[in-house]
């Protein structure tokens, strides 16, 4: 990533050139007149070559005004040009009525043309356009025997002089230096780029002579042993680095033939090279840093492939379909005709009593109830309809009656009514549907299947958190499992991690065994699954100091969201050293939070709402379960930052309220009935079945397998009654103080967070220790954004500082 620089305020110096300003005015004449003289040089410099001779004898009358001159501009054309070709440089002194004329386009051209040249400039080109007149009016010195023009008297006397000393052949050797080192600093020609020019060429040449596709057996054996060489090196360096500036890879890699091309300089292409004033110097190099670093790191991903987050447990394997049971056991959904039938006939009885007449009647057969959808006959409103919702329940009584009037987006009116022999909606059959296995989601979950017996699939990152509500004994537990058994069959260890709250502490149990694999908790905890209020009360808010920490990572990253995030890491573009890792997503999954709210209010509360409002963004998903759906559960804080709810059977209408904000989950047939919303429309669903039996399979399927050596652990949090004041007596402090001390006095920088990465510790305590190192009077005072001082210089006086302390104490 490019780091913006911080540019200290220059201390006012003596400026390089000369500072005299001229107004535009000024400048547009003095331009124009620098590009007559410059043409005038030229026009008479170029008729000088053919007209010298003639000229020569009126040199020295150049002030008589009869005599007439053959050069195109005359006498004064004849003496300047005698002046600069002959007694100067040769045809060499033609390079200054072209930087003439250049350096009056310069002040006479507009702004912001491309014409626009900095002052700078101007006078590196005359510096570097007199030196090239200088070295070729020598080197034509040479021949000033044959043609006394090509070089002048300059070039002449200079080379002569050269000669004296160092004779013709050294004067050779000199010039041709000379002709080296002019083009490596003023033209930037290397010796690798002038022999990558030739072997392109010779490439080039090659192949025009052998036109034919198949490589000769030579090419053949070179190109296996490369193929076999980068193969070596992948297997030795996987798992592969990942872009650092300090990473060197210390792998002898096959012979690699030199790139047959010149490497463009982006540098050198875009940026004016030793302007200081130009502004747009900084911005072009900013952008080279970063496309630097995109093009170090395209070239990680080219020589080892995508980061892959699966590395470490590579050999993990998903649970085969087989754990899971087939309750249909290759059953159908069968209609009842009679069925049918009868419930036709009792709606449109029954409707008819309340004068409701019926257009058509069509019926849609689900797993558990089958919705018959009505047109009423024109004229009918159907506010009737939906008034008479109890009286129709009545009338056709039967439980779990369902009335939805009107359709959303239809005209019509849905009755649903249960079915006698409701089928089980297996775990496997939603797990196995193309819909769950292609779909292209973050976090699918398969909950079950509609009325219209499709599979049911949503994902939990987009919901963004989940609200599940349901009597006792209808459906929610297996609900949870089909949550979670969903997230174990489509997201690798790496990539999905659970914090599980269970109070009950007989639901979630069987995921102990994936710990290492599926389980985040804190560190220090013994269990994973968290069991104990005041344990949750400290998982929340280590999850707010995660979120926090993931906020940061991701600020600095510069991107939105987990996702973008890890799509960045996996292309190698953030740096490891800088803090940066694949960010696993986290699923909160609460169950009985009435229980829990019951016990510890606010404190619960607030961190739930506070993940809820900001967590989505960076990966952190909340389910949080209750049988209870009463107000003071599902408060209006709660409420507002759960909009996907699920709800399975509840008691009362109001409970039905509470959760979805209407009725309808009274009504429900329990055992799996369930309905969804995500903010708009109610959809029911059958929840797929998945019994605890499977579970433990599936469970013991992924615990058997290699686990990482610990779950995910999340950042320390210590309640506030563990906090402590400055003057805190050396007893008090904690275990880790010496080793945290010895750590900033070695690297003489006072800050938390190098003891939370030197240490392993959380923020929070990380943060303690600090206060006690101050109070100890180790570290100095809080310095802002600053790190603080350390007052310790070395490790043997600390040694000392601490044995005095300790007689003193
Ligand atoms: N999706 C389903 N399909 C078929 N039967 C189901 C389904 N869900 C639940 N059942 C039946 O209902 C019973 C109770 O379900 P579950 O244990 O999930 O209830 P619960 O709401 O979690 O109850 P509690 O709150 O007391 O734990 C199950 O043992 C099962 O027989």
Not at 274 to 293: F, G, K, P, R, S
Not at 526 to 554: F, P
Request: hydrophobic share 45%; charged share 25%; glycine share 6%.
């Amino acid at each position: 990533m490019a780091k913006k620089k911080i540019t200290k305020p220059k201390s006012p110096k003596k400026p390089l050139i000369p500072s005299f300003t001229l107004s535009r005015r000024q400048e547009v004449i003095i331009g124009l007149l620098l590009m007559g003289l410059g043409v005038i040089l030229l026009f008479s410099f170029i008729s000088f070559f053919f007209t010298w001779r003639e000229d020569q004898s009126i040199l020295g009358n150049i002030s008589d005004r009869e005599i007439v001159a053959q050069n195109w501009l005359s006498k004064i054309g004849a003496g300047l040009s005698d002046f600069f070709i002959y007694d100067g440089f040769g045809i060499a002194a033609l390079s200054i009525p072209v930087l003439i004329i250049i350096t009056g386009i310069f002040l006479f051209a507009p702004k912001k043309d491309v014409f626009t040249l900095s002052r700078k400039r101007i006078l590196n080109l005359w510096f570097w356009g007199l030196l090239l007149m200088l070295w070729l009016s020598m080197t034509m010195g040479f021949f000033h025997a044959s043609n006394p023009l090509l070089g002048g008297k300059v070039g002449m006397e200079l080379n002569d002089f050269l000669q004296d000393y160092i004779g013709l052949l050294g004067t050779i050797v000199v010039m041709i230096i000379l002709a080296i080192i002019y083009m490596v600093l003023r033209l930037n020609i290397t010796p690798e780029k002038v022999s990558a020019y030739f072997n392109k060429k010779a490439s080039e040449v090659k192949d025009s002579f052998e036109p034919d596709l198949v490589a000769s057996d030579e090419e053949q054996d070179w190109e296996k042993a490369t193929i076999e060489g980068q193969k070596a090196v992948e297997d030795v360096v996987k798992p592969a680095p990942i872009i650092t500036e300090e990473m060197e890879v210390s792998i002898s890699e096959p012979e690699i033939i030199p790139e047959p091309e010149i490497i463009p300089e982006p540098v050198l292409k875009t940026i004016p090279k030793t302007d200081e004033d130009d502004v747009d110097v900084e911005i072009n190099a900013v952008i080279d840093e970063d496309e630097d670093i995109n093009s170090k790191a395209e070239k990680i991903v080219e020589d080892f492939g995508e980061f892959d987050p699966t590395l470490e447990l590579s050999n993990f394997k998903f649970p085969p379909l087989e754990l899971l049971k087939d309750y249909s056991q290759g059953k159908t959904i069968t209609i009842n005709e009679e069925e049918l039938q009868a419930n036709k006939l009792k709606i449109v009885e029954t409707l008819n009593n309340y004068k409701i007449g019926i257009a058509k009647i069509t019926a849609t057969i689900g797993p558990t109830v089958t919705l018959y959808e009505i047109v009423p006959e024109a004229g009918v409103r159907i506010s009737k309809i939906k008034n008479l919702e109890d009286d129709i329940a009545l009338s056709l009584a039967a439980l779990g009656i369902r009335i939805i009037a009107p359709i959303p987006g239809k005209g019509t009116i849905g009755i649903e009514v249960p079915n006698q022999n409701p089928s089980i909606v297996s775990m496997r059959s939603v797990i196995a549907s193309p819909k769950f296995q292609k779909a292209e989601m973050e976090l699918p979950i398969a909950f079950g299947k509609t009325i219209s017996n499709e599979t049911f699939v949503v994902d939990l990152a987009k919901m963004p958190h989940l609200l599940m509500a349901g009597a006792t004994g209808q459906g929610k537990s297996v609900g949870l499992n089909a949550v979670l058994t969903s997230l174990l069959y489509s997201k690798h260890p790496a990539e999905v991690k659970f914090v599980l709250v269970d109070p009950k502490k007989v639901e979630l149990t069987l995921f102990n065994k994936i710990e290492r694999h599926y389980l985040a908790k804190l560190p220090d905890s013994g269990e994973a699954i968290i069991t104990d209020n005041s344990l949750v009360i400290n998982t929340l808010n280590s999850l707010c100091i995660e979120m926090d920490q993931r906020y940061d990572i991701l600020k600095e990253a510069m991107c939105r969201n987990i996702k973008e995030y890890n799509a960045k890491f996996k292309a190698r573009k953030l740096n490891p050293a800088n803090g940066h890792k694949f960010l696993p997503y986290i699923v909160l999954v609460v169950d009985e939070f009435a229980d829990l709210i019951m016990t510890a209010g606010k404190e619960v509360e607030t961190p739930i709402a506070r993940l809820a409002q900001l967590a989505r963004a960076i990966g952190i998903h909340l389910i949080i379960a209750t049988q209870r759906p009463s107000v003071n559960v599902i408060t209006g804080m709660i409420k507002a930052n759960f909009p996907a709810r699920v709800s399975f059977r509840v008691q009362q209408k109001v409970d039905s309220r509470t959760i979805l904000d209407s009725g309808g989950a009274d009504q429900l047939i329990g055992r799996g009935d369930m309905l969804y919303t995500s903010g708009n429309e109610i959809i029911r669903i059958q929840c797929a079945f998945v019994d605890t039996p499977e579970v433990e399979k599936i469970t013991d399927f992924i615990g058997s397998q290699k686990a990482y050596p610990d779950a995910y652990l999340l950042p320390e949090y210590v309640g506030e009654e563990g906090g402590t004041s400055l003057d805190i007596s050396i007893d008090e402090r904690d275990s880790k103080f010496r080793e945290a001390a010895e750590v900033l006095v070695i690297a003489q920088q006072g800050s938390a967070s190098l003891l939370q990465r030197k240490l392993k510790l959380g923020y929070n305590r990380a943060g303690r220790i600090i206060d006690q190192l101050e109070a100890a009077g180790i570290v100095g005072g809080f310095e802002g954004s600053k790190a603080r001082q350390v007052l310790i210089p070395d490790l043997a006086s600390l040694e000392v500082f601490l044995n005095e302390e300790k007689n003193k104490g």
